[in-house]
């Protein structure tokens, strides 16, 4: 029999494989704080205010006091003598329509455009050329205005009489009721005039207009 030696009957022993590195798992990238503050912030463009709220600023007064210069202090106490008689909301030209730098007839449209009714207060001052001019575009506005009709007033307070005003004046508005302050009924005769149903009709027509302005 053939005899195997020691060293035929031996096997090679398999090598170890040396293991496979694992490769680590890496997370997506976060952006580092440098970068977070370099990138430039987002602006957004106000939008331009709506018109309607550039109007509601605008208010409406159920009577303005027109005056000469020289009556501010009457036009400031026949507001006053209204507003206690139950007519609120007044104004008067020197205190509520005449803003500094403005032009004199556009304070006056502005005045005729947002009152009820207008009060031309008559004395002997009223007899100068801006005076005269008030009267004349109140009238004019009175006519062309749609529900506007009956809105101007002539007013003589106290201290003043029919004697004291020029001619012009009185043939000027010698067609319209006047509201006489010495008068005895003088109080019976503002709540005729300033109702407040009429109040409220004439300023449903003022948001009319200021809608329709709005819009264009």
């Excluded at 035929?8 to 970068?35: E, G, I, L, N």
């Excluded at 003043?160 to 019976?188: K, M, N």
């Amino acid at each position: 029999p053939l005899h195997l030696s020691e060293e035929d009957t031996t096997y090679p022993t398999a090598q170890p494989h040396p293991p496979t590195p694992s490769v680590p798992q890496t997370s997506p990238p976060f952006p580092s704080p440098s970068t977070l503050s370099s990138a430039p912030p987002t602006v957004s463009n106000p939008s331009p205010p709506a018109p309607e709220l550039e109007l509601s600023e605008q208010k409406f007064y159920n009577f303005v006091v027109l005056h000469a210069g020289a009556d501010e202090h009457i036009a400031l106490r026949v507001r006053e003598k209204l507003e206690s008689l139950g007519v609120r909301d007044g104004a008067t030209f020197c205190e509520d329509f005449q803003v500094p730098g403005r032009g004199q007839l556009r304070c006056l449209q502005d005045a005729l455009d947002h009152s009820a009714f207008t009060i031309l207060l008559l004395t002997p001052n009223f007899d100068c050329r801006l005076s005269q001019h008030q009267a004349n575009q109140s009238l004019m506005s009175s006519l062309t205005r749609p529900g506007w009709q009956d809105c101007v007033i002539p007013f003589l307070p106290l201290g003043s009489s029919l004697a004291q005003l020029s001619p012009g004046t009185s043939s000027l508005l010698s067609s319209l009721v006047w509201l006489d302050e010495h008068s005895q009924i003088f109080a019976r005769k503002v709540a005729n005039t300033f109702k407040p149903q009429e109040l409220r009709a004439r300023k449903a027509k003022w948001r009319k207009e200021q809608d329709a302005r709005a819009v264009r």
